[in-house]
């Protein structure tokens, strides 16, 4: 099935970042862009997509099997990596980045490549907010929790209105479905989604274009192949923010 062989790599060290996500770094690393992802293979569970967050890393929130398999590894342990996968995000300076929990891992490169001015960064609490001082050191970084821990209190999206959006070359954008279907309708009401990159987290099989379980409504693009980072102006009218699909491609509601 893969385009790319499949590499084993091993695990050099594993860093607790919040209560729910780890950074798992190995060895070898990969050449890649910022917002590509790679098929991770945890040895006689699963395959599963996951953003580079480093040249030599994920990093990872815990929410089902494969996850959870993953959070039992230890230094030494070995995965199996196919990738990099997708198109990433476009690498322009002076970018606007908005993250939301685990979205903050594809950002973590594109901020660390010194091509974001200002990150608008969201967790539920403040013990959830992932990278806070290695990003603040190459750009601002404004902070919101959805219990008021710290920062804003309420939604990241909450902060646009404080934003001069049209100052920014580009505004790149990961996270929950709820909060980038909130950003994209602010986006869209500022006449600002030309320059919006929004980067989708979709179930996958194959991750090279092949099974089409990651395509989405109306067009049938791929997540895996024709992103998984597309323009706000594609997905004003399509299925972001309404429903996803499962294993089986059972519609569910987001
Ligand atoms: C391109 C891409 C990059 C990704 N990057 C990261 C990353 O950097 N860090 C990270 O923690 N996760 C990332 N994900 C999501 C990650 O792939 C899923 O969380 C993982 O596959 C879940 O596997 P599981 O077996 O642990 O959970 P499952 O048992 O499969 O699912 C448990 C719960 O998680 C939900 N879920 C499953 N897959 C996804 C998904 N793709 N997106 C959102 N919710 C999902 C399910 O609906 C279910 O509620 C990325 C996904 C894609 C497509
Ligand atoms: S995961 Fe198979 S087509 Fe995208």
Redesign the pocket.
């Known amino acids: 099935m893969s385009e790319e062989p499949l590499q084993v790599v091993q695990i050099t060290t594993i860093t607790r970042e919040t209560p729910t996500v780890r950074t798992f770094s190995f060895s070898p690393g990969f050449s890649f862009r910022p917002g590509q992802f790679v098929m991770v293979t945890i040895p006689g569970i699963d395959e599963i997509p996951m953003a580079l967050s480093r040249a030599d890393a994920i990093t990872v929130q815990r929410v089902g099997d494969a996850t959870g398999a993953l959070f039992q590894a230890g230094p030494g342990d070995k995965l199996g990596i196919r990738g990099p996968f997708g198109n990433g995000f476009p690498g322009k300076k002076g970018t606007l980045a908005i993250a939301g929990g685990v979205g903050a891992a594809p950002l973590r490169p594109l901020v660390m490549k010194g091509c974001v001015d200002c990150l608008l960064i969201g967790a539920r609490t403040a013990d959830e907010l992932l990278f806070i001082p290695e990003l603040s050191r190459k750009s601002k970084v404004l902070p919101a929790t959805d219990d008021g821990t710290t920062g804003f209190h309420g939604p990241v999206t909450g902060l646009l209105g404080e934003i001069p959006l049209s100052e920014y070359t580009q505004i790149c954008i990961c996270g929950p479905e709820k909060m980038m279907k909130a950003a994209l309708h602010a986006l869209d009401a500022a006449g600002m989604t030309r320059k919006s990159y929004f980067s989708l987290h979709r179930y996958?099989?194959?991750?090279i274009?092949?099974?089409?379980?990651?395509c989405i409504d109306p067009d049938g693009r791929?997540?895996?192949?024709d992103g998984p980072v597309f323009p706000g102006d594609s997905l004003l009218h399509s299925e972001l923010g309404k429903y996803t699909r499962d294993a089986s491609g059972r519609r569910k509601t987001v």
Do not use: E, I, L
Not at 204 to 207: P, S
């Open positions: 996958m099989k194959c991750g274009g092949v099974c089409g379980s990651c791929r997540v895996c192949r």
